[in-house]
């Protein structure tokens, strides 16, 4: 199927899909399932559009391969997209079907479908199409998600730190509950010692007297009037 020319009868098209303007972001839906990539748009006009691709591992670039709307929406709120169009316009490259260094320049057409199919020199489509991107919504989109990101982050460190008190206090409570069970059974933790030779000295003197007592005892029995002799 040709590409939609750019007539009177293709503006409800135009308008509804809102038309291109330059600098603006691009997703690129590349064909056959390849993948995702992005550019900017370095010149339009009615349903046609040429658009700047860096190219893959480019320091301008969104990385080695976009895999989502976030990327781009990551190399957009970077002013990526601009300073690759910025290099475009001063290298004076920016003629569909070429390239300068770190980029291609390809040439988009709204075609009858509502789509912006990439074409080649004869205005051929093929399946890979480019879609417009917001820079506000895209940009504000981004910052919404890392808001719910760092807030994800501090409830899980807040619950986190809740499941830590709980641990430390239940494990507080043990060890005062073991320190009880010890003071009831007498034996107040680690203060009790071996009992010492010093210990028993009050036993052994009371021995010895008991002894003394004895040997007199025998003393006196044997000791009587002696007869005569």
Not at 65 to 74: F, H, Q, V, Y
Not at 102 to 115: A, I, M, N, P, T
């Amino acid at each position: 199927t040709a590409p939609a020319p750019t007539t009177a009868a293709n503006a409800t098209a135009v308008s509804a899909f809102e038309a291109a303007t330059v600098g603006q972001p691009v997703q690129i839906i590349l064909e056959s399932a390849r993948g995702l990539s992005a550019g900017v748009v370095c010149w339009t006009e009615g349903c046609r559009m040429h658009v700047v691709e860096p190219a893959r591992g480019d320091a301008y670039g969104p990385g080695l391969a976009s895999s989502g709307l976030i990327d781009t929406a990551e190399w957009v709120y970077m002013g990526l997209h601009a300073s690759l169009l910025e290099r475009a316009v001063k290298s004076g490259i920016t003629a569909p079907r070429q390239g300068g260094k770190g980029y291609w320049v390809l040439e988009f057409c709204l075609c009858s479908d509502g789509r912006w199919h990439c074409v080649d020199a004869y205005g051929r489509k093929s399946d890979t199409t480019a879609e417009l991107l917001d820079e506000v919504d895209l940009i504000d989109s981004l910052e919404r998600a890392a808001a719910a990101a760092a807030a994800a982050a501090l409830a899980a460190a807040a619950a986190a730190s809740a499941e830590l008190n709980a641990l430390a206090k239940a494990h507080a409570a043990g060890l005062q509950a073991k320190a009880k069970a010890r003071h009831a059974r007498g034996r107040p933790g680690s203060s009790s010692k071996a009992p010492t030779a010093d210990d028993n000295s009050d036993g052994d003197d009371d021995d010895e007297l008991d002894t003394e007592t004895e040997s007199d005892d025998e003393a006196g029995d044997g000791g009587g009037v002696a007869g005569p002799a």
